[in-house]
Structure formats: structure tokens, C-alpha cells
């Protein structure tokens, strides 16, 4: 059993579709396919069902899978180790970002650490459920850490960091009912339609809950992956909706307004695994964020 065949097989199972893993890995598909398939010979098992439109994973494959994880992360960690002893870093760090993320000066961040660690290859991706979904990847490995914003219950094995915080506001057109008021309540607003993030995205999640904790219910009638499109859509009359102020980029044709008596604070994190050590590239942007923050 190799690493290469490991790193091969994990693709794989991420991705669903051997063409998309062979175009991660920078490899042709054959030899994926080849890599897999010996694996499979030499485990004695098939890991993989194949079909036409996806792969998945066999009762066997979803077995080898997190250990196949330990291994890589094992020998990420060997490496990193030698590399620091010859003073420089190498690897690949491999980082979950929300979709709008203007609260953290995320590119100057990055731009920084690819300054100072050149030998390192930066990964970033979002995750179609959002920050859900990146919690959901770092606790399956698939990624090293990830800054998220997502309030309530989490997986032992992820530590949040707090990095950053705002409070959502009221945005209505100019022509709403609502326009001339300086404030309103949840109780104001229960009964209006609202575009939103989907579910699993941390605005939602601390709106949601805001409403949830106040025994109210609202109506979502469209759903927008990056709020910055937020103020666009309401300033068009498609109904209102809670953003923060960095998601408004002007106040041509909506109003925000304060929203009083409930807990609208979103907050950016770093999140990071507690059931492993982190590599060292990892470390090293964790220390980095911190310079960051104001």
C-alpha cells in the first residue's frame, strides 16, 4: 500500500467522479483509475461502486476512508517536520472560507503568509451549505482549518476562535412602509418576505435563531449563496432581508434600520480540529491571523 494510492483513493471519494479528482490532483484520470483499482487488488476489496453519473463508496471504501485521512495527515506531519529542521515551509494548506467574508481582511492575510512561506501552496474553497459545510470538511479532514460564522452546537472535535463580530440591520427599500422608521422589532418584520442565505450559512443561522427565540416565524422566499447580492435584490422589491453593514455596499435606493430586543450578532471564527495536531503551515497562519485582527 503507497501513499500516492491513498492520496488517490481520498480524491476519489471526495470528489464523487474520478475526472474531477484526476483534475485536483494534477494527474491523468488513467492513472487514478490504475492507483485505485491496485489498491483495491491488494486490500482485497472493492472501495469504490462505479456508475455512470458518480462514484460512492463501498461498506469497505467508507471504512478505509478515515484511515486513509490519519495516514496522509501522518505523513503531511513527517514532512513538515523535516522542512522545518532546513528552515523552510512546504506543503499544501488547504483553507475553508465563507463566501463573503469583508468582516476579515482575508486576501491581505493570505497575501502575507504567501510572502513570508512562498514553498507553501495555499487551497482555499467554500462549501455549497456554507459554514455547515466547512465544519462538516475540517471534521472529515478535508480541510486543514476554515473561518466560519456559525452560532450553536458543535462537533467536539472543532475549537472555534473568535476573530470578529457585527450586528445584522433591517435593509428595506426606499419606497417600503418601513423606510421612514429608525428601528423595528422581530414582531415588526415576522409577517414580510425575506432573502436570505441558505440554511447551514451563519447569517441565517443567527437569524433563524433570533426568530426561534422570540416564538416567531417568517416566510423566506429567496435564498442567495453571497450576501452581497443582498441589498441588490431588495433595492429591486423582492423583500427585505438582515445583513451586515459590510454586505451594504451603498445606501442608494435601500435603508438598513436597527432592530431592537434581539440578538443579531454574527460573529467570523477560525475554526480548527482539536482530535489531531495541526501541520506546521497551519500553525504558522493560525499565529499570523492574530496579527490581523484590530
Known amino acids: 500500500m503507497e501513499l500516492r494510492q491513498l492520496e488517490y483513493f481520498v480524491a476519489v ?37 462505479r456508475n455512470s453519473k458518480r462514484v460512492r463508496l463501498t461498506d469497505a471504501g467508507a471504512a478505509l476512508l478515515p484511515r486513509a485521512r490519519i495516514a496522509l495527515d501522518a505523513a503531511r506531519d513527517a514532512r513538515d517536520a523535516v522542512a522545518e ?44 451549505h456554507g459554514s455547515q459545510g466547512l465544519i462538516d470538511a475540517l471534521a472529515e479532514r478535508r480541510l486543514d482549518l476554515a473561518f466560519v460564522s456559525l452560532p450553536g452546537t458543535l462537533p467536539a472535535e472543532i475549537h472555534l476562535t473568535e476573530l470578529a463580530c457585527t450586528v445584522l440591520d433591517l435593509v428595506v427599500a426606499d419606497d ?38 422570540a416564538g416567531l416565524s417568517r416566510r423566506v422566499t429567496i435564498e442567495i449563496p453571497d450576501i452581497a447580492t443582498g441589498a441588490d435584490h431588495v433595492r429591486h422589491g423582492l423583500g427585505v432581508a438582515l445583513l451586515p453593514r459590510f454586505a451594504v455596499a451603498d445606501d442608494n435606493g435601500v435603508r438598513l434600520l436597527t432592530v431592537t430586543g434581539a440578538d443579531l450578532t454574527w460573529t467570523a471564527s477560525l475554526a480548527t480540529p482539536t482530535d489531531r495536531p495541526v501541520g506546521a503551515a497551519a500553525r504558522v497562519l493560525i499565529d499570523l491571523t492574530a496579527e490581523f485582527l484590530p
Open 13 to 49: 471519494a471526495e470528489e464523487q467522479n474520478f475526472t474531477r479528482a484526476a483534475a485536483r490532483l494534477h494527474v491523468v484520470q488513467s492513472a487514478v483509475s490504475a492507483a485505485v483499482k491496485t489498491l483495491e487488488r491488494e486490500l482485497g476489496a472493492p472501495l469504490l461502486d
Open 85 to 128: 529542521v532546513h528552515g523552510g515551509l512546504r506543503g499544501t494548506l488547504r483553507i475553508g472560507t465563507m463566501t463573503s467574508i469583508k468582516l476579515l481582511q482575508l486576501p491581505a492575510l493570505l497575501g502575507e503568509f504567501h510572502r513570508r512561506h512562498p514553498g507553501v501552496l495555499l487551497r482555499t474553497s467554500v462549501a455549497p
Open 176 to 213: 417600503h412602509p418601513l423606510a421612514t422608521r429608525e428601528a423595528v422589532t422581530l414582531a415588526d418584520v415576522a409577517g414580510l418576505d425575506f432573502i436570505d442565505s441558505p440554511v447551514g450559512y451563519g447569517n441565517r443561522a443567527v437569524t433563524d435563531r433570533a426568530f426561534a427565540t
